[in-house]
């Protein structure tokens, strides 16, 4: 046993928590222009590319360097996973992990973002309502258990020709029918980023978790086809993930 404090007890998780959401919102400044209607994957595509950029931009400048993110990949299994459990089957988006290398074992945690689209809903698919069950819930079913372990994550959300009122509507709507709390409106750093939290309860470490999302209304104000890079959109008729 080791007397050295934890990655907990000194309070150096949040700090990691921390410049994760920054680097996410530098990336999502740098987010090159897209058609309205472009889909998950070639946003989220687009996105880890601005992720390296930022991330490139802040060792240039002497920050202090984050993990590598991982795009796509599979849940870790953490300390609490006795055995191989269904939530090493799923995959976030994105995250970052951290090693506590001062800790005994069952320090490695992953900082998960969740993506999904903000747009009007068709007759196959309704967006807002999937941003609830198939975004917000992964951090909430013992399934999908992002974030297990760790006291935060966060979502992207990506607004495309639908306001920022209408998306927190419909999606609280859908968030109280899940007995889940409202999303309330933090802050607004810049002209195109909204910064949005709740805590979830859950039925595994930890709990409450404070779960954050950052909406990007860039893509809102495009039309179709209005790429700078003149580049087609390859949105699938339902959009599922």
Request: charged letters at 25%.
């Amino acid at each position: 046993m080791t007397d050295r404090p934890s990655l907990m007890s000194i309070d150096l998780w949040p700090l990691h928590e921390s410049r994760c959401m920054q680097l996410l919102r530098e990336a999502l400044i740098l987010l090159d222009d897209g058609p309205v209607d472009e889909g998950e994957c070639d946003l989220n595509r687009r996105l880890y590319r601005s992720i390296i950029a930022a991330h490139t931009r802040a060792a240039r400048d002497g920050a202090e360097q984050l993990p590598v993110v991982v795009p796509e990949g599979r849940n870790p299994p953490v300390e609490s996973d006795a055995e191989r459990a269904a939530r090493e089957y799923k995959i976030p988006d994105f995250y970052w992990a951290y090693v506590d290398h001062l800790a005994e074992p069952g320090a490695a945690r992953q900082f998960v973002v969740e993506c999904k689209r903000l747009t009007k809903a068709t007759k196959n698919w309704n967006y807002t309502e999937q941003y609830v069950h198939a975004g917000v819930l992964r951090f909430v079913t013992v399934e999908h258990a992002y974030g297990k372990d760790a006291r935060a994550g966060a979502m992207v959300g990506y607004l495309q020709a639908m306001d920022v009122e209408q998306a927190l509507a419909e999606i609280n709507t859908s968030a109280n029918a899940q007995g889940i709390a409202p999303l309330t409106i933090r802050r607004r750093p810049g002209d195109t980023l909204i910064e949005l939290d709740h805590q979830l309860t859950r039925p595994f470490p930890d709990s409450p978790f404070l779960l954050m999302h950052i909406w990007t209304s860039g893509q809102e104000r495009r039309q179709p086809g209005s790429s700078r890079r003149g580049k087609a959109s390859t949105r699938t008729p339902d959009d599922p993930a």
